[in-house]
């Protein structure tokens, strides 16, 4: 089956790392997506990662793929109060071509 | 712009009434997709098109919703006889497939709320 989990909610301090987690069930997936969305607004592709890949990195963004257990990371180094959203993990299934999406995590900022 | 356009960005309509949503796409993208997004939740898979080919609806999608893409560049969602659960954020997105890949972007949303 297809479904993408992510924890609701992160808290973290500015200027520290955040790390949002995720995982998924459909190993055809071949392509795998970070998203963020503002309040209000449409979501934004962050970046994304192929399948046979282990890693990625994209200024602060670093994405980490763990294909065994299925386990999908973003690393945002140095959080800024800009970084506030709703961050959505999502898969493409391969066999079909559609994306899912995980419900999203929000990340707060502390001062 | 050359981004995804969504229109309008907001409805308030009547139960029952009809409304219709209005996307125009990157313009060199073949895939265009809809998804609804409602308070808490992910974006939830409507349906998409190959070009003007519907290639599949979800299970999501009523007899009330349509979804047309005449000549394969704008595409129109329709919903019928709108109830108050259909109130939610429609979101349009594109993307051109290639060998390579299937990269995803989407416009702002069509809010629509149902009173």
């Known amino acids: 089956g297809e479904d993408v989990e992510q924890s609701l909610f992160l808290s973290v301090r500015e200027g520290d790392s955040s790390v949002i987690n995720c995982t998924y069930t459909?190993?055809?997936?071949?392509?795998l997506y970070w998203y963020k969305q503002e309040p209000g607004a449409g979501l934004q592709l962050l970046t994304y990662i192929f399948s046979n890949m282990d890693m990625k990195q994209d200024q602060r963004l670093t994405v980490l793929l763990n294909k065994k257990d299925k386990h999908l990371s973003l690393r945002i180094a140095d959080t800024q109060t800009g970084d506030s959203a709703i961050y959505f993990c999502?898969?493409?299934?391969?066999?079909?071509?559609?994306?899912?999406f995980g419900k999203g995590t929000r990340l707060h900022i502390l001062p | 712009d050359t981004g995804v356009s969504q229109n309008p960005r907001h409805k308030i309509t009547k139960r029952g009434q009809n409304v219709t949503f209005r996307c125009d796409p990157i313009?060199?993208?073949?895939?265009l997709y809809w998804y609804r997004q409602t308070l808490g939740q992910g974006p939830e898979f409507l349906t998409y098109f190959q070009n003007e080919a519907q290639l599949e609806k979800s299970r999501l999608l009523s007899d009330r919703f349509s979804a047309e893409r005449p000549k394969g560049s704008f595409s129109t969602l329709e919903i019928q006889r709108t109830e108050q659960g259909d109130s939610a954020m429609y979101l349009c997105?594109?993307?051109?497939?290639?060998?390579?890949?299937?990269?995803?972007?989407f416009g702002e949303g069509s809010w629509l709320t149902v009173v």
């Open positions: 997105a594109s993307s051109l497939v290639t060998r390579s890949g299937n990269t995803i972007y």
């Open positions: 459909d190993s055809s997936s071949t392509y």
């Open positions: 999502a898969e493409r299934v391969n066999r079909d071509d559609k994306i899912i």
């Open positions: 313009s060199e993208h073949n895939r």
